[in-house]
């Protein structure tokens, strides 16, 4: 069983929806990142949390430790939002999930 | 700041061919990692540094090699490249390891070994 699991593996969605992407995890953390790969292939950092919730523009990262589970939501979707997300934990060495490849179509 | 950077983008190798992948940061980073990143797979670390002088191998370090001479450089060498080492390698650099320290990653280098 894969330490960090997340669902779904892919995501198709119309333009303008509520998009959710999930993470759980099996181990101790100390962080849990969410970074966003686009097309090209470059990563990016998108949310860093410990606990609760962080909000940047529309996208908004939640965490619960005691469920070992965190959530990724896009409000109104965009197609520029078209990319794999992924989950990464932390604690004395880094574990990233597979991603969740989202489409969103216009 | 230019942040990470990587060369070369691409690179197509003939097997047991040698390189080395070059990864620079500009942040004054403390520690700095290389993965590499397989189709339909999570992302790998292969070795990582905590400072210059100073590396430890990651969770695939076998056939890379790493040197850490410089805060700013972390270059990642192959030495007889196998077709199980094509795959999109990733440099990333950070201020610390544990807790919540944010990875800043490079643009990436494809490698294709044939």
């Known amino acids: 069983k894969n330490e960090v699991e997340q669902s779904p593996q892919n995501l198709t969605a119309q333009e303008g929806e509520f998009i959710t992407i999930n993470c759980s995890y099996s181990?101790?953390?100390?962080?849990l990142h969410w970074l966003q790969q686009h097309p090209g292939g470059g990563i990016v950092s998108l949310f860093m949390?410990?606990?609760g919730k962080k909000k940047h523009g529309r996208l908004i990262a939640t965490i619960n430790i005691q469920e070992k589970h965190s959530s990724l939501h896009i409000t109104a979707s965009h197609p520029r939002d078209s990319a794999v997300y992924i989950c990464a934990v932390r604690d004395d060495k880094i574990i990233f999930g597979k991603g969740t490849r989202l489409h969103i179509l216009p | 700041n230019a942040g990470v950077t990587q060369t070369p983008k691409f690179r197509i190798l003939k097997i047991g061919q040698s390189m080395t992948l070059q990864c620079t940061q500009d942040m004054n980073h403390n520690y700095m990692y290389w993965y590499r990143q397989d189709p339909g797979m999570g992302l790998k670390l292969i070795y990582y540094s905590v400072g210059a002088g100073i590396t430890d191998k990651g969770e695939v370090p076998n056939g890379y090699n790493v040197s850490r001479s410089t805060t700013e450089d972390f270059p990642l060498r192959l030495e007889l490249a196998a077709p199980s080492q094509t795959s999109v390698y990733f440099c990333?650099?950070?201020?610390?390891?544990?807790?919540?320290?944010?990875?800043?990653f490079g643009p990436g280098t494809r490698l294709t070994v044939t």
């Open positions: 990333a650099s950070s201020y610390g390891f544990t807790g919540g320290y944010e990875q800043y």
């Open positions: 949390l410990s606990s």
């Open positions: 181990v101790g953390i100390s962080a």
